[in-house]
């Protein structure tokens, strides 16, 4: 699926665009966002390398939590080790509020989860959340300046990644405690959304571990000249975690119970022709400098997702090698944490009411020893 988090304007897409809701919004005068945006606020870390979202926001009163109601179907199975398959389905639920002032703006949002696949298993399927379970993912306080000509958002506490980002390298479902700043020049009579610094600091919230450290900054340009829009970013992640199993495995060398730090120098661009039938394209690339390790993933995606009916469909390819990715905190809609490469295919079908279904599969190689998997997913999700 494909990210942008910002809490502040969204790239310019016509059909929105994360796994978590996105709302494709620009800031007003003042460099503020309503609380029409919260969703595309709260759960935008998002991502500018997931798969599009259909999303429309609507203006919400404090008390009213705005939400997102998800089932979804999950198929695994392994062409060599047949009887390691398994299938499963679950419900989520998402509620959110938010509350606003001239100076900023507090954010709070909880998940609630309900499957047939318990708890126990998670760890070892490199879940990134909890199948079962109640909990809150976001709690923290916005302080934000601006105006015509730019704009800056310092946040802090518990809150989604605000860096530009992709599922080979960080799940755009987690959450960190810590802070980000989000500074930025704008020139609207150039088409320029944004020319700026995003950065990002803190502990991550992983399950089941938490035992997570990260720090990130990257540089960011979008732009829009209708009808195209484009963007650029560039930037590097560290991450820092004690050696363990599963998705807290040691780096090459390292051994278990010792602090272990993978580093990734990341670079991307995007391009949306804004049309009738939108067409959407992204490259990303990353690349350890310790090791010259890397990996890139490549999206197209054809049509939008706000007119009922009328079908989407995308292909992703991903490839990363064995330091070319941050195993701990890479998404969890694939399979292998590192050492792979594969292409997925996505349909979406918007209905009417707001509703969404949506389709993929995937062929996942692991390249050490050749092993090959299948995934498909079907899900049906309501915003309101």
């Known amino acids: 699926m494909i990210m942008h988090g910002s809490g502040q304007p969204v790239p310019h897409r016509t059909d929105g665009e994360a796994s978590r809701p996105c709302p494709g919004a620009r800031l007003g005068e003042n460099g503020r966002m309503g609380l029409r945006h919260l969703f595309g606020t709260l759960m935008a870390a998002a991502s500018w390398a997931q798969e599009p979202a259909y999303f429309t926001e609507e203006k919400a009163h404090w008390w009213r939590p ?212 939108p067409l959407e394209l992204r490259w990303i690339r990353q690349r350890n400098p310790d090791t010259a390790s890397d990996g890139e993933e490549f999206q197209v995606f054809l049509g939008g997702r706000r007119r009922p009916w009328i079908p989407q469909v995308g292909y992703v390819w991903q490839r990363f090698g064995p330091t070319g990715t941050l195993p701990p905190v890479n998404g969890d809609e694939w399979w292998w944490i590192a050492n792979a490469k594969g292409p997925r295919w996505l349909l979406a079908l918007p209905l009417p009411r707001g509703w969404l279904l949506q389709a993929t599969t995937m062929r996942h190689l692991w390249l050490k020893d050749g092993e090959t998997i299948t995934r498909s997913t079907v899900s049906l999700t309501k915003r309101f």
């Open 66 to 277: 705005q939400g997102e109601l998800r089932l979804r179907a999950d198929r695994f199975r392994s062409d060599e080790y047949p009887s390691e398959g398994f299938d499963r389905a679950g419900v989520r639920l998402r509620l959110g509020w938010a509350w606003e002032w001239s100076w900023g703006r507090a954010v709070l949002a909880s998940r609630h989860a309900a499957g047939n696949d318990p708890r126990s298993l998670n760890r070892a399927r490199y879940d990134q959340e909890p199948s079962n379970g109640n909990w809150i993912e976001t709690a923290r306080l916005d302080f934000f300046t601006g105006g015509d000509g730019g704009f800056a958002t310092l946040r802090l506490g518990l809150q989604d990644n605000p860096l530009l980002s992709h599922q080979s390298v960080w799940d755009p479902d987690l959450s960190l405690t810590g802070a980000s700043l989000l500074a930025s020049m704008r020139h609207e009579g150039l088409g320029l959304q944004e020319a700026g610094l995003r950065a990002a600091v803190g502990r991550v919230r992983s399950f089941p571990g938490w035992d997570l450290d990260l720090s990130a900054g990257q540089a960011v340009v979008r732009w829009d000249w209708e009808p195209t829009a484009w963007t650029l970013h560039a930037g590097r992640w560290e991450l820092r975690w004690t050696g363990d199993l599963h998705r807290f495995r040691p780096v090459p060398g390292g051994k278990a119970g010792q602090r272990q730090k993978l580093t990734l120098d990341t670079a991307g661009a995007g391009f949306v022709w804004q049309t009738l039938h």
